[in-house]
């Protein structure tokens, strides 16, 4: 099965900087990538779909890039309420595995 | 509005059994594939299983296989997971989640959701 890994697991940053997580698919998946937000205590909420692709209602400073083995989400410019724990996910087929999440915190 | 709401959580002993329910309003249920997602306490998220639109098509992580079995009920709008043998490391949030894509007569699963319910706990512990 291929394995999600996702980097780094947490960071901290301030409000107002670009924020970078990366997450890497063991075996090219093209571009079936999700990009999941989980704020502490609710439930997980989807942002980006097909790599790149921004659900409806998700604020544009989230974007999303890569395919094949390598993905990137990018917050342009981290908000207090963009705290969260953010997953990778893909989807080109069954199992639709996770990665291990990123945490992210103000600095 | 899409409204998922998990139900049959609780307490069990290792070896024990528990059914989940989703009950589902606010979209043509049948149209839509649907997945059991877990959350251990403090742990990552894992997909566990899902089912296609007209239940024809299911798919089960390794860790569940054989002791899981996923249902649905289109007339009742009802998602169901079936937890046999179960184990402590089974003991998590229960989450069930819906496809993004209306494949209505496709044995097709997406992957990946757009709605999520509440979740259920499930403890599994002597």
């Known amino acids: 099965d291929i394995q999600m890994t996702q980097s780094p697991s947490s960071l901290s940053a301030s409000v107002g900087d670009r924020v970078t997580i990366t997450c890497r698919a063991s075996?090219?998946?093209?571009?079936?990538l999700a990009w999941y937000q989980q704020k502490p205590g609710k439930v997980p909420k989807l942002l980006i779909y097909?790599?790149?692709t921004l659900q409806s209602g998700v604020p544009s400073r989230f974007s999303g890039s890569g395919s094949g083995t390598d993905f990137t989400l990018t917050i342009s410019s981290l908000q207090p309420e963009d705290v969260a724990t953010y997953y990778c996910?893909?989807?080109?087929?069954?199992?639709?595995?996770f990665g291990g999440g990123t945490k992210v915190e103000i600095k | 509005e899409v409204q998922l709401v998990e139900s049959g959580g609780g307490l069990v002993q290792p070896g024990g059994s528990l059914r989940l329910s989703c009950a589902a309003s606010?979209?043509?249920?049948?149209?839509?594939?649907m997945s059991w997602v877990r959350q251990a306490p403090g742990k990552g998220l894992e997909w566990v299983s899902a089912?296609?639109?007209?239940?024809?098509?299911?798919y089960y992580a390794d860790s569940v296989k054989g002791r899981f079995t996923i249902s649905r009920d289109n007339s009742k709008n009802t998602l169901y997971l079936q937890m046999n043998s179960l184990r402590a490391e089974d003991t998590a949030v229960y989450y069930c989640?819906?496809?993004?894509?209306?494949?209505?007569?496709?044995?097709?699963?997406?992957?990946?959701?757009?709605?999520w319910g509440q979740g259920t706990l499930v403890t599994v512990s002597s």
């Open positions: 075996q090219g998946i093209s571009n079936y």
């Open positions: 089912i296609s639109g007209s239940g024809g098509s299911t």
């Open positions: 097909a790599a790149s």
């Open positions: 989640a819906k496809d993004p894509l209306a494949l209505r007569g496709r044995e097709i699963v997406v992957g990946y959701f757009d709605y």
């Open positions: 996910q893909k989807y080109n087929s069954a199992p639709f595995t």
């Open positions: 606010g979209f043509t249920f049948s149209s839509y594939a």
